[in-house]
């Protein structure tokens, strides 16, 4: 693990440019409405760079990370992101739309648990039927 001071699996993920379509603003709302305790037993890791976010999302931030359940890392170096997603408990993608969105396969691929909205899950079950329907035809 990077040093982060993250312990393993004890941490939910979330990778997304700071940008209104990735409802990042939602997903603070959200976990502010879980416990206190818990949120500081597995607080929120949040990387990604700073897109377009307006000044209500960064205080939004700013006042989690102050209340001590999230950390917000900020942009990753790629070649590191796998051990972060390999050791979160989650893999939270709130985002309200996107073209593929590799952060969930990366996720899977990880063996990590995802959350998503049921329409991002719904297209990678389908891809990834027939990415697996094709490997047995082949077999």
Same mark, same amino acid.
């Given at each position: 693990?990077?040093?982060? +001071? $993250? #312990?393993?699996?004890?941490? @939910?993920? &979330?990778?997304?440019?700071?940008?209104? /379509?990735?409802?990042?603003?939602?997903?603070?709302?959200?976990? /502010?409405?879980?416990?206190?305790?818990? #949120?500081?037993?597995?607080?929120?890791?949040?990387?990604?760079?700073? +897109?377009?976010?307006?000044?209500?999302?960064?205080?939004?931030? @700013? *006042?989690?990370?102050? =209340?001590?359940?999230?950390?917000?890392?900020?942009?990753?170096? =790629?070649?590191?992101?796998?051990?972060?997603? %390999?050791?979160? &408990?989650?893999?939270?993608?709130?985002? !309200?739309? =996107?073209?593929?969105?590799?952060?969930?396969? =990366? %996720?899977?691929?990880? +063996?990590?648990?995802?959350? @998503? *909205?049921?329409?991002?899950? /719904? &297209?990678?079950?389908?891809?990834?039927?027939? !990415? $697996?329907?094709?490997?047995?035809?082949?077999?």
């Amino acid at each position: 693990m990077p040093a982060s +001071g $993250l #312990r393993f699996k004890q941490y @939910a993920l &979330c990778v997304s440019t700071l940008e209104p /379509r990735k409802n990042i603003d939602l997903l603070l709302k959200a976990y /502010r409405l879980l416990p206190i305790l818990l #949120r500081q037993a597995k607080p929120l890791v949040l990387i990604g760079s700073a +897109g377009w976010a307006g000044d209500d999302l960064k205080q939004a931030i @700013a *006042n989690a990370v102050a =209340e001590g359940w999230l950390i917000h890392l900020g942009f990753v170096d =790629e070649q590191l992101l796998p051990y972060y997603f %390999a050791g979160a &408990c989650s893999f939270i993608y709130p985002s !309200k739309y =996107e073209g593929f969105g590799l952060p969930i396969i =990366e %996720a899977i691929a990880s +063996g990590t648990a995802v959350i @998503a *909205n049921d329409i991002l899950l /719904r &297209c990678y079950v389908k891809f990834l039927s027939k !990415k $697996l329907s094709m490997l047995i035809q082949k077999a």
